[in-house]
């Protein structure tokens, strides 16, 4: 049940430029599950302090720690939606600080002041309820930062091809009707790939704000890999499809893994040649 409502939370802040009619100032979180590595989105109430985001464990007062607090310090970073100003939302790549103690309480009373819900939630649970600051990724504090966010983008970007090329060597091992067990397997392997693409896409989104931001000469060369983002996951959408069908084509499956891998190579060649001459450290603007 709360799946379905925060996924309606979701659809309408995405719809309505990061507004939801009847809630406070909030932000969308993507992590990775600690488990699966599928992407994991959630709305939550956020304060603007400076340059940083402020939210808070709450949990509505349960005894445990939310889920999503706990993907986030696993993962130590994930990306945030936020209203842009201009009726859209941008997204920006962050990392994570748990506030001490003392700047802890100051600002969680704060929240309380502002939400009152929050001080209810404080009272219902025994738990010390913990408050992050969210950083976002900022290339101009290091001229070097954007050659590592690069490198970094680069090694994903090795990584997805050994998959593809591991996914293409089960499938063609696969006889014409694949056993259950062997099935199975495939469908595991395919979809801990297309979790791991698709939260690689939502993190270059993050990046690409902060690039954009350091070199607006990239602005035309961002905005066609955000738009490949977009196509990448409806091609992802129907390998998922074709994968969950019970009576799964080996052949199909192949040729629509094909087409993704062509789609995607093509796409990280474009991103790699548009993204490593800026990653060079640059003079200041």
Known sequence: MANEFNQRVIEEFRAGGGHV???????????????????????????????????????????????????????????????????????LSVRPVELDPAERDRQYAEQARRVPSFADYADRTD???????????????????????VGQLQLHHEDLRRQLADLRTRLDRAGPVPGPDLAAQL????????????????????????????????IPALARLRAEHRTVAEALTRFEDRLAAPDT?????????????????????????????????HPPR
Do not use: K
């Open 21 to 91: 009619e009847g809630f406070p100032a909030i932000l969308l979180l993507t992590t990775a599950g600690r488990r699966t590595g599928q992407p994991r989105t959630t709305p939550l109430a956020y304060h603007r302090d400076g340059s940083r985001y402020l939210v808070f464990g709450s949990n509505a007062g349960a005894v445990d720690h939310p889920q999503w607090y706990r993907n986030l310090i696993a993962a130590g970073g994930g990306t945030v939606e936020l209203p842009d100003g201009e009726g859209g939302v941008t997204t």
């Open 249 to 281: 084509d080996p052949a199909e499956l192949r040729a629509e893994l094909d087409r993704l891998t062509d789609g995607l190579e093509a796409h990280f060649a474009y991103e790699e040649t548009h993204l490593l001459p800026p990653s060079a450290p």
């Open 127 to 149: 738990r010390t309820i913990p408050v992050l600051a969210l950083h976002p990724l900022d290339l101009s504090v290091d001229p070097a930062l954007a050659a590592r966010v």
């Open 187 to 218: 469908r595991e392997n395919c979809l801990q790939f297309c979790y791991g693409l698709g939260l690689h896409h939502t993190r270059e989104d993050g990046a690409f704000t902060a690039f954009e931001r350091q070199y607006p000469q990239l």
